[in-house]
């Protein structure tokens, strides 16, 4: 899976109010997923707008949230779409999943975009162009066009740079089967510390849990060639 982001760490949203004690102590750092290059200046940059934080409950409950997209946005997935598909994952990796959030695609997000992000046991997923075009000043890396043929998306060549092609099928699809899981697979990483082997762990689960069982692969199965750091 490509990532794209750059090398630097990550640094956790700011939550709209302070944190519960709980939080403090939760080995799962925020992770952003595929921040995309800033389109003014063609740079990478990190996903730094601030997010709603929501307090672990421990009562079983999976809830969501949904925000307005925004002028120009869509919400590519629904809640049932969601609750769907966490329901054909095995139990115990999605029991600590307890909110999903449709957020808004506001004015310094659009700065600094990405597709989805996980903070504790909330999942976080944004809105894509409702043109379902994606605009980049550079081209991509072999792995993000691999990423993207898999589930067919479709990368052009233009005067000013480079676009990323959806259909509703194909964007469904790689929200549902990748964004989503890859996602989910950061909630169940309790393990790794490092930005770099969270996302190889992350990625990893997308493949087996997402693209792989969607194809009707198989997995390997929970802890199978999994690549967590060694205790």
């Known amino acids: 899976m490509a990532s794209r982001r750059s090398s630097r760490p990550s640094p956790a949203p700011q939550p709209a109010r302070r944190p519960s004690s709980h939080h403090a102590h939760d080995p799962r750092p925020a992770t952003a997923f595929r921040a995309r290059i800033t389109r003014t200046s063609g740079q990478r940059d990190e996903f730094s707008a601030p997010e709603r934080w929501h307090d672990p409950r421990d009562d079983g409950r999976l809830r969501f949230v949904v925000e307005p997209a925004g ?11 969601v609750r769907e598909r966490l329901a054909r994952l095995p139990a115990h990796l999605v029991r600590n999943v307890e909110v999903v959030q449709f957020s ?44 993207a043929r898999m589930y067919g998306g479709v990368w052009s060549r233009r005067k000013n740079g480079w676009q990323l092609l959806w259909t509703r099928e194909t964007i469904h699809d790689f929200y549902l089967n990748n964004v989503l899981i890859h996602e989910v697979g950061h909630v169940n990483d309790e393990r790794n510390t490092s930005s770099r082997d969270r996302e190889r762990y992350a990625n990893w689960f997308a493949i087996e849990y997402g693209y ?20």
């Not at 002028?71 to 629904?78: A, E, F, I, R, S």
């Not at 990405?114 to 379902?132: A, D, F, K, N």
């Not at 009707?216 to 199978?224: D, F, K, M, N, R």
Request: glycine content about 10%.
């Open 71 to 81: 002028q120009g946005y869509l919400h590519v997935l629904t809640p049932d779409d």
């Open 212 to 231: 792989r069982a969607s194809r009707g692969i198989g997995t390997e199965g929970a802890g199978g060639n999994s690549p967590h750091r060694p205790r």
């Open 104 to 147: 808004s695609m506001t004015r310094k997000r659009a700065c600094f975009p990405c597709y989805g992000m996980q903070w504790g046991r909330t999942v976080y997923l944004y809105p894509i162009e409702s043109s379902l075009v994606e605009e980049y000043h550079r081209p991509p890396s072999p792995i993000q066009e691999q990423e």
